[in-house]
């Protein structure tokens, strides 16, 4: 039987948002059918995640949280092991802990925090991963790499979920979602951001072959993990229109793809409700895409979608 398809909101709201409006925000996203709401890490007029996401799970009662993504840079793979713990158990075992290597360039530059080579990041980003797990097991962990020590911390508190919240880790270079493959519960498909930005760039690393490619290097170093794997996509636009063809022409030009491309990626929704369903249900079919992840501008857009798919 195929995994239900499930949607998340990614809730990066500025600091003009009040108490009373991310809570109604919350529940809304919660009502609507939607099962995770997550934010970003960045530095700018966001919100900081996690005390934002502490505040949406105390406004719900079944919306998973979570973190899409946490900077591995920007804070230390211990610290951050404690505060997804506490995240956890608190928020009743509704995490989902979302960690990556960090992409953007403008966080780096305007806080002095050295952006190293894509390699080292990545380097860092599988030992923090490690320390991590091996926080939320039981008992005094020791790690000693080249990036990190630990030495004889017990990692508390532990998480409720077990053996841990689902990570997720996503990318769009081969060694990132290898590393997804390896050690994540959700790995995630995203064009290769290897600028620092998203712009045209991006586009022909968001394409239909782009996503087969990435899919294998997942299957293969993922092994006999493969086929309990969740995977997630970030779908940046979605439309709700009579004419998607029109859309699929404007994606094309910006993105220097052709229309059929454009109308076939996976990180974009344009259509009739009717349209989009069956698009998601070949994405599933086709690449087991069964997570889907979109902007705050689609809530209202995707209602009728989700009502739709339910039981599909």
Known sequence: MSRPITFGVQCSSPPTVTPASWAEL??????????????SDHL???????????????????????????????????????????????SDGRLDLGIGAGWMQADY???????DSAGVRVDRLEEAVQIILGLFSEGPYNFSGTHYRIDGLSGLPKPQQKPHPPLC??????????????YANIVGLNPKMSAGVIDASVGADATEAATTRKLSWIAQAA???????????????????????????SLASGFGLTTEEA??????????????????????????????????????????????????
């Open 26 to 39: 919350a529940r809304k996203v919660e009502d609507l059918g939607f099962a995770r709401l997550t934010v």
């Open 44 to 90: 700018d007029e966001q919100l900081a995640p996690v005390p934002a996401l502490m505040a949406a799970a105390n406004a719900t009662t079944s919306l998973r949280i979570g973190s899409l993504v946490f900077c591995n840079d920007y804070r230390h793979p211990a610290l951050l092991a404690k505060e997804a713990a506490t995240l956890d158990l608190l």
């Open 109 to 115: 530059e305007r806080s002095g925090i050295q952006m």
């Open 169 to 182: 880790i996503g990318g769009g270079g081969k060694r990132v979602l290898e590393l997804a493959a390896r």
């Open 223 to 249: 092994g006999e993990r493969f086929s309990h794997l969740e995977i997630q996509v970030r779908t940046q636009i979605v439309i709700i229109t009579n004419n998607r063809y029109s859309v699929a022409e």
């Open 263 to 312: 109308l076939k990626t996976p990180h974009a929704l344009a259509g009739t409700c009717e349209q989009i369903v069956e698009d998601l249900l070949y994405r599933r079919e086709r690449f087991g895409i069964t997570s889907v992840g979109v902007d705050m501008e689609a809530i209202d857009s995707l209602g009728p979608v989700i009502a739709a798919l339910d039981g599909r």
